[in-house]
């Protein structure tokens, strides 16, 4: 997918949402947690609930590993499911790896060949040779880490690399060589909305994952006032807010009400803006 | 395992190799390449011949991920084949993960308590919410990257952060203070080894998981002229020159020879300095 067939999509459903998929055991409603294959069941019910509400769904890794083999099997699942049943919606591996040249070659291949998403979330402390051999894949994406939204974002990304130019800029900067705007993305979180204007003097043109919006305390409104381009330019991610709304065995229906009041303010905004 | 049990088993041993469980198919031998599991036999042979004089092993996850469900298990036999065998010996998960502090605790369990590594590699660039979650596992290590031996290691690392320190110094003066020398270590490459010296003024104390020995090009009497302290301090990696330096039927005899080859510089280095 490039990036015009995402601003497809994005017209089409009058959204640019990214659902979070991380099923966490304890939080699972109770009619499921005996289920033979929980994480699987739940994805399975959240995505038939929401595809046409959302550009995109994103796996985050950790929460499928911590099974061992049996979730890696229904993170496998959760993907089938939504390439067979809902292709076009882009798939997003939160996995946030990198390594050196053949070992990240090899990450590639996990994330693009065995498991067939979409767009990886790469780290970028180990510099161009640890993200390149993502960039192999025509059609496919790299989303390298820019901006975090968690506290300890402060320690490295906000530190001067001269230049008046802070780490994670620095990170934009360079990077941005390495692909083009329609195989590389960025993470900036939502917890940074005003940052967003520096992100779009150095990209005014990439899409931008944005996660942070709902549990870690983000806003939608000053996401879109900072950083929106021509082609909209931003999937905005929700986990918590959207999949855990709801215990009860109505969790999907309830899941949906949530994507619902997202996309309609979505919606809204690009009535406005485009 | 804390830092003296390791300081023992390398006192032991006379040896401070670990070595890189990398298997990838197109090198393994070709009498093992039509196995029913092929990682793991490979694997579960260069353990058997070699255990003797390393005090580690290290599986980067990225050979096993690329295989799905089927990697995953042959890691967990690999894990389980050290453990049972041969205890004591430290198994590292080089996962290179780290992500917002609720997801890396995710990971955390994965590699402490699903796979029972003792450590497991973690990039910085998220901060601290994003490597302590592993730091709550008492006898577990965090193996910090700091310095990496790839050629992307200039993007970013190397930065001047103010100070006149760069990156890699600025990464590694910050986390110090999250653990202690008997959790965290650092990876830091043999290729940079005149930087161990700005290493040892900082973290005079700590373990450092030194890759790049061999394929990459480093010097391991470099890497000890200036990293090496009182009590050792270094485990150094190696990986490709020792398991695919050979693929005859013969390959495990081989790589028994490779490691007794380093081993024996290793145990002369520490007859002369301890």
């Given at each position: 997918?490039?990036?015009?067939?995402?601003?497809?999509?994005?017209?089409?459903?009058?959204?640019?949402?990214?659902?979070?998929?991380?099923?966490?055991?304890?939080?699972?409603?109770?009619?499921?947690?005996?289920?033979?294959?929980?994480?699987?069941?739940?994805?399975?019910?959240?995505?038939?609930?929401?595809?046409?509400?959302?550009?995109?769904?994103?796996?985050?890794?950790?929460?499928?590993?911590?099974?061992?083999?049996?979730?890696?099997?229904?993170?496998?699942?959760?993907?089938?499911?939504?390439?067979?049943?809902?292709?076009?919606?882009?798939?997003?591996?939160?996995?946030?790896?990198?390594?050196?040249?053949?070992?990240?070659?090899?990450?590639?291949?996990?994330?693009?060949?065995?498991?067939?998403?979409?767009?990886?979330?790469?780290?970028?402390?180990?510099?161009?040779?640890?993200?390149?051999?993502?960039?192999?894949?025509?059609?496919?994406?790299?989303?390298?880490?820019?901006?975090?939204?968690?506290?300890?974002?402060?320690?490295?990304?906000?530190?001067?690399?001269?230049?008046h130019e802070r780490l994670f800029e620095t990170v934009l900067r360079k990077s941005k060589h390495w692909g083009n705007s329609d195989n590389m993305m960025y993470v900036v979180g939502a917890t940074r909305a005003s940052m967003l204007v520096k992100v779009r003097e150095i990209l005014p043109d990439h899409f931008l994952l944005i996660p942070g919006i709902g549990a870690q305390g983000g806003d939608l409104e000053e996401v879109v006032r900072y950083g929106f381009n021509d082609r909209c330019g931003l999937i905005v991610n929700s986990s918590r807010a959207i999949i855990y709304a709801d215990a009860s065995e109505r969790f999907a229906e309830i899941a949906r009400e949530k994507a619902v009041e997202v996309q309609r303010k979505m919606k809204d905004i690009l009535g406005e803006r485009l």
């Open positions: 997918m490039n990036s015009e067939q995402l601003f497809e999509q994005i017209k089409q459903k009058q959204s640019f949402l990214c659902i979070g998929l991380d099923p966490e055991i304890t939080k699972l409603p109770a009619c499921l947690r005996d289920a033979e294959l929980p994480l699987f069941e739940f994805n399975r019910r959240i995505i038939d609930a929401t595809y046409d509400l959302a550009v995109a769904y994103k796996p985050n890794l950790a929460f499928y590993e911590c099974f061992g083999t049996a979730g890696w099997k229904q993170l496998e699942l959760t993907i089938s499911h939504i390439r067979d049943h809902y292709p076009g919606i882009l798939i997003i591996a939160d996995a946030k790896r990198g390594d050196i040249g053949n070992t990240s070659k090899k990450y590639a291949e996990t994330f693009f060949e065995i498991l067939k998403c979409d767009a990886v979330t790469v780290a970028p402390y180990m510099g161009a040779d640890s993200v390149l051999p993502f960039l192999e894949y025509p059609g496919k994406w790299v989303i390298l880490l820019a901006l975090t939204s968690n506290p300890g974002s402060d320690d490295f990304q906000f530190l001067s690399t001269g230049n």
